[in-house]
């Protein structure tokens, strides 16, 4: 298994710079999520990686192939031996659904065999076999469902038994009732086949849930890299932090293992040392608030959510304001006084880490956090 | 490649100013320029003004009322488009010998080219956010009010781009104004070059021509650039048809004048010249083989133009730099050109270059080419831009190079478009009377060429089977070419529409 590798990547469409020193590597039979909000260079990247667009500095290789190293080196895209999954799948509807698996395994006109052709076909139908539609050979892409379409983009990139499937917000165009199903199959195949790949999304639930480990982008930046828990728990920044997840963010004074916050003790990951201010990271998973006459916080909203509500307390004091997530249905009333209680590890971040400002582009300059809480 | 649709031009004008530029000067500003000029003025201002009234009213009428069978006449109007301007002028002259001169040739050719208006201005209508109207409508305004002060707005960019084309497409009509014997431009272009010794005159007059058309063709692009009447995105909502109550009747007569004028006389009067002919004995082997040279010389410069354009319609839909904008530019002018100077250019570019060929239908070809190029790569080009650039990568990652990615994906792919171009060149090729008088071979007709013959010399009963084998040829595949466009549901836009026939 060949590992794929990019270091100090830089990239740009015109005079904008779109990749920022980018640093990326992926093992055997790995997927690799690469999360940032949309503007913030993710597709460059997958495009770069698959020779389609041209990098500025920096290198590309796969095993002990180099892809691109300018300015001498730039291998082409049809030469790189990588799978490209794009949006909607990207299937070429003048063609059935076996010949667009058959696409990349069909040589030049001179240099075919005796025999290739037989070959290729048994190559077609394992792959059919392999995403389910091994019936489908013979209909035209317009006759698939989204889902079954996305099964043949992943049969047509996987055909060739590429180094690496490169796969591009492939499922943002699905009904959202069925992507989570088409992820985990999609995850589930290239397993099967042992192949790796990197996914570009803005969706952090699907980074999360389908990657082994997730890269976070912004800006053009590599940020961090880890496996989700990992990030999740311990990101590098307050800002990383509250791109991956929801997130309350505040002062704090820690000393040693925890910290003094608003929200009372809050326990630190990794021990600190001697008394710091800065500032932490709490999940909303992670307070729990209680009825109490004499509590802190006053209860603004409370939402419903089925399996769990959130709930918007504020400090009337500090005007601070924070979401706790609770199990079911709360039983807190709007208006009524409550006392709050943290769990857990919190990240903590001294005030001597600059914040950083790079946000992406002016559109979206907050990650889109359907339950605002910061 | 697109240097060559105007390089028979750019020889023109250096071979004019060869002889030094007082001489070119002194041959422009003449009486008989002057002349013309001002008689090709009037007719344009005419044929604009007639069309803007009559294709706005139409279009307003089929789309935004309860006109009882408006899906029926926004078909009908459209009609007038696949009958060659100069078919209906040799019907309204040989029936009405009177209307020849202005009356005649303005009346042809409001006919003609109210469609070019009509069309985009539908379509403006029909693509409003009917919103707008809406909110008018509870502000106070009613439906008139509504309709002149808020939704005639909207259409203001297509109706002028339209109008634009119309007038294009006036001052470059040969046919008609010949047939009426109004003594436009391009007439005297012709004249010149037939009855002068000198063939200069008729180039300096050729060239004054391309710089009118030149300019309409710029101001037309700008103007359709600004001719998308929505604003916000949303879903698209159809307004409700304005009623028309007693104003049905008067609006029924409207519409009913208008098809008369530019569909049922025509027709009808062609109908009447065949029966009139059949009483002697018709040529039909002429015909027949008037109908095969024009079948012939149209399938030739199809093909010819439809190899030409495939590799410029590739380049232009994927360049973004300022030679494949020039590329594009040169094509759009080039299908602002007037018929009757590009068959001037060639002959004179053909003498100097390619004598061997002269009066061959080699020559014949290359003026065709050079004329209709712009057809087949407008919908060649639009058909390549708008299959996904996520196909072509997706293929480049599949091991296929550039070439091969062409070849396989993006070709086939655009295949709807080229062959639509194909086809228009070939519909286009088969009406095209000035260059095909000029260049023809020595007694090769088509059947343009036989059907002026035969009005020239006041025997209008000969013409028609000419006539009827024209519109044979130019309505039926029109039908069918709509059919099948509009089947493979790929969408071919900005087809330039065909000047000059």
């Known amino acids: 298994m060949t590992r794929i590798e990019a270091r100090g990547v830089y990239a740009s469409y015109g005079r904008t710079r779109v990749l920022n020193d980018v640093d990326l590597h992926l093992d055997a039979g790995e997927m690799l999520a690469v999360l940032g909000p949309s503007g913030c260079g993710k597709t460059t990247l997958l495009r770069a990686i698959a020779g389609l667009h041209r990098i500025d500095a920096g290198v590309i290789v796969a095993g002990t192939r180099v892809l691109a190293r300018p300015p001498a080196v730039h291998v082409d895209p049809e030469r790189r031996r990588v799978g490209l999954m794009p949006q909607e799948g990207a299937l070429f509807p003048h063609l059935t659904v076996r010949r667009n698996v058959e696409f990349g395994l069909v040589p030049p006109l001179l240099r075919r065999r005796r025999g290739g052709a037989a070959a290729r076909r048994r190559r077609v139908d394992e792959l059919l076999e392999l995403v389910g539609l091994a019936d489908s050979g013979d209909a035209r892409p317009q006759e698939l469902s989204g889902g079954q379409q996305q099964r043949v983009a992943l049969a047509r990139a996987l055909a060739p038994r590429p180094d690496v499937v490169l796969m591009d917000e492939p499922f943002a165009s699905l009904d959202p009732a069925l992507r989570a199903g088409i992820r985990t199959e999609v995850k589930d195949m290239l397993k099967a086949d042992d192949t790796p790949a990197i996914l570009v999304t803005h969706d952090r639930a699907e980074a999360m849930s389908v990657a082994d480990r997730l890269t976070i982008l912004r800006a053009g930046r590599t940020l961090q890299t880890g496996t989700p828990v990992d990030v999740y728990r311990n990101p590098v920044s307050p800002d990383v932090g509250a791109f991956i997840g929801d997130a309350v963010i505040v002062e704090a004074s820690a000393r040693g293992a925890a910290a003094d916050t608003l929200f009372g003790p809050v326990r630190v990951a990794g021990a600190v040392g001697g008394p710091v201010d800065g500032r932490i990271l709490i999940r909303p998973e992670q307070i729990e608030p209680a009825a109490d006459p004499d509590g802190r916080f006053v209860v603004a909203r409370v939402v419903f959510a089925g399996g769990y509500s959130l709930v918007t307390i504020t400090d009337p004091r500090s005007g601070t304001t924070g979401t706790a997530l609770v199990r079911g249905a709360s039983l807190l009333d709007v208006g009524g006084r409550v006392s709050v209680r943290v769990t857990g590890e919190a990240a903590f971040f001294p005030s001597s880490v600059p914040e950083s400002d790079d946000e992406c582009e002016h559109r979206s300059p907050v990650p889109e956090a359907p339950s605002g809480s910061r | ?501």
């Open chain 2, 1 to 501: 490649m697109a240097v060559f649709a105007l390089s028979p031009i750019v020889h023109l004008t250096v071979r004019v100013f060869e002889g030094g530029t007082g001489a070119a000067f002194s041959l422009l500003f003449r009486q008989r320029t002057l002349d013309l000029a001002v008689r090709t003025l009037v007719l344009t201002l005419v044929v604009a003004l007639g069309c803007l009234i009559v294709g706005v009213l139409a279009a307003w009428l089929v789309t935004r009322t309860d006109l009882p069978g408006r899906r029926f006449f926004a078909v009908a109007l459209a009609a007038p488009l696949a009958i060659p301007s100069y078919v209906a002028a040799y019907v309204w002259i040989a029936e009405f010998p009177v209307l020849a001169g202005l009356p005649g040739a303005a009346l042809v050719l409001i006919a003609s080219c109210f469609p070019l208006v009509m069309l985009p201005v539908a379509a403006a209508f029909a693509s409003a956010d009917p919103g707008v109207s809406e909110v008018s409508r509870t502000l106070g305004r009613n439906a008139f009010r509504t309709a002149w002060t808020v939704e005639a707005r909207g259409v203001v960019p297509a109706a002028a781009a339209g109008t634009l084309l119309a007038s294009l497409y006036t001052i470059s009509d040969f046919g008609a104004v010949a047939l009426m014997r109004y003594d436009a431009f391009t007439l005297g272009v012709y004249s010149a070059y037939r009855g002068g010794l000198d063939r200069t005159v008729a180039a300096v007059l050729g060239l004054v021509l391309v710089v009118i058309a030149t300019v309409l063709t710029l101001l037309e692009r700008r103007l359709r650039r600004g001719a998308t009447a929505r604003t916000g995105s949303g879903v698209s909502r159809v307004a409700e048809p304005i009623p028309l109550r007693r104003w049905v009747v008067p609006a029924w007569s409207v519409v009913l004048a208008v098809l008369t004028v530019s569909v049922l006389v025509p027709m009808l009067g062609l109908v009447r010249w065949m029966i009139h002919s059949l009483r002697f004995t018709i040529a039909w082997r002429d015909v027949l083989t008037a109908m095969l040279t024009t079948i012939q010389y149209a399938t030739a410069a199809a093909v010819v133009v439809v190899v030409l354009a495939v590799p410029v319609a590739v380049y232009v839909a994927r360049t973004s730099s300022p030679v494949g904008r020039a590329a594009e530019t040169a094509v759009y002018i080039a299908h602002g050109l007037p018929g009757i100077t590009v068959g001037l250019a060639v002959v004179f570019f053909g003498i100097r270059f390619l004598p061997a060929f002269y009066q061959t239908a080699v020559l014949l070809i290359v003026a065709y080419a050079v004329l209709f190029l712009p057809l087949a790569v407008g919908p060649a080009r639009a058909a390549i831009v708008s299959t996904s650039a996520a196909v072509d990568d997706v293929s480049r990652t599949l091991g296929s190079g550039p070439a091969r990615t062409d070849r396989r994906v993006t070709l086939p792919l655009a295949l709807p478009g080229i062959a639509a171009g194909a086809a228009l060149v070939f519909l286009t090729v088969a009406k095209e009377l000035p260059a095909t008088l000029m260049l023809r071979p020595r007694g090769a007709d088509t059947l343009a060429t036989e059907l002026w013959s035969a009005t020239q010399v006041l025997k209008y009963g000969e013409a028609a089977p000419y006539a009827l084998a024209l519109v044979l040829v130019s309505v039926v595949p029109t039908i069918v070419l709509d059919r099948a466009v509009r089947r493979r549901s790929v969408p071919v836009r900005e087809a330039p529409v065909e000047v000059a026939s």
